[in-house]
């Protein structure tokens, strides 16, 4: 095999793309990743190389100026990115959410205005469904858009957990609308929301506070978001239909599980890398630990989680690619990816010993990531709701 998380039947573009980004990690992110992670910085000429790449209009066709590329090739292009530093490839995964959206449920007009400039980095997305008593329960947004007189919206309310909140100048936006649906979810609806970038009030009526301090997940900002009587045209109503922001936050929804599925495969193959290196490196009782057989056992089960990980995550991928519904298979890879992460990390922190718990040793660092995983685009036991459900569906007596 040679290397774990190899994929079959790519396309000679597809092979490309992911060995131009794995070099791309080892010289540009790698070797800075720990510093900025340190400092807690905002990783701008990193950006600035993926720009360049092409990476931030991957998937956006190329009529719109992007390079029209798959799920898939997009999942395994995250994998590398997060294999290098996590927080770089949450740089990305808002955008292309936002940008899935638009091309998926925008109005053609919609699409002209925003995707040309998502493709070259120079308009970047986040994405606000989260409310700070809201958890999971989606339907319960209390965010409330108002109509007025001149047919737009008045928007007022607070938000959670943006990712890319400071850097990113478009936010697709869930809000409570008044459509008249006795079903709560039918009366959510996206709206595009144009800002300045930087923290204070970035348009008017619409404040990010600062950053939110985390105990990982650094360098990228995570930020809150209010908005109060902030005023919004009709026409930035996503896809113009109000009422059906629910169905387009879940659509996005689904192809973020992905890429936080492809986000765990990443961290764990290089916590299962730091790890297999430490072992033949460190000596204990006259000879290297990977020689003695309970490090051989870890690093067995390391391999074989990173590789059943990985796994899912293109079983996922080439589903939503076919044009079905993945629901199932994005929550299974989302659940069991960030599971086994978490497992794989802890593994290669007990291999480097007391040395794992420094924080001149990279799987320190892994380490305070890893849980960030188990509850980024749905907790854990939300995937197994879904899943438990969907299953019950297929197999119903």
């Known amino acids: 095999m040679g290397r774990l998380a190899t994929t079959e039947g790519l396309t000679g573009d597809q092979q490309q793309i992911i060995e131009l980004v794995r ?11 720990g ?16 720009k360049e790449l092409g990476i931030f209009g991957l998937t956006i066709p190329e009529e719109y100026g992007g390079l029209g590329e798959s799920l ?39 699409r002209r205005r925003y995707l040309p ?3 070259a980095g ?5 994405f606000s469904m989260s409310e700070p008593e809201l958890g999971s329960d989606v339907a319960a947004i209390s965010t409330k858009a108002s109509r007025t007189g001149d047919g737009g919206y008045s928007v007022t309310g ?69 908005l109060d009587d902030h005023r919004v045209a009709a026409d930035r109503v996503l896809g113009e239909a109000p009422g059906r922001g629910f169905y387009q936050m879940m659509d996005g929804v689904e192809v973020g599980r992905v890429n936080v599925a492809a986000r765990a495969v990443g961290v764990a193959h290089r916590a299962f890398e730091l ?9 204990t009782f006259g000879r290297p630990i990977a020689q003695h057989q309970a490090v051989q056992f870890r690093i067995a089960e390391m391999g074989t989680k990173v590789e059943a990980g990985h796994a899912l995550v293109v079983n996922a991928a080439r589903k939503k690619d076919s ?8 929550g299974m890879a989302k659940y069991l990816a960030s599971e086994y992460c978490r497992e794989v990390v802890e593994d290669a922190f007990r291999i480097h010993g007391g040395y794992g718990y420094s924080t001149e040793y990279e799987i320190e660092r892994l380490y305070r990531e890893a849980p960030m995983l188990l509850i980024g685009e749905g907790t854990a036991d939300i995937q197994r709701m879904i899943i438990g459900r969907r299953l019950l569906e297929e197999y119903r007596l």
Do not use: C
């Open 23 to 33: 070099r791309f990690v080892d010289r540009e992110i790698l070797p800075v990743a």
């Open 35 to 50: 510093e900025l992670e340190r400092r807690d910085e905002y990783p701008t000429e990193i950006v600035e190389g993926l």
């Open 72 to 110: 898939l090739t997009y999942a395994l292009v995250v994998e590398e990115l997060s294999r290098g530093w996590m927080s770089v490839s949450g740089v990305v995964n808002t955008h292309f959410i936002v940008a899935y959206m638009v091309l998926r449920h925008g109005t053609e007009e919609q």
């Open 117 to 119: 400039r998502m493709a």
């Open 122 to 126: 120079e308009l970047r997305g986040a």
């Open 158 to 226: 607070r938000k959670m957990w943006l990712t890319n909140g400071g850097s990113a100048n478009l936010v697709a936006l869930l809000a409570r609308t008044d459509e008249g649906a006795e079903a709560p979810h039918r009366n959510l609806t996206t709206f595009l929301l144009e800002k300045g970038t930087g923290f204070g009030e970035t348009a008017p009526g619409l404040t990010v506070p600062g950053k939110i301090d985390k105990m990982g997940y650094k360098g990228v900002d995570t930020t809150e978001l209010l």
């Open 275 to 283: 790890g297999v290196a430490y072992a033949q490196e460190r000596e």
């Open 323 to 330: 044009g079905e519904r993945n629901d199932l298979e994005s």
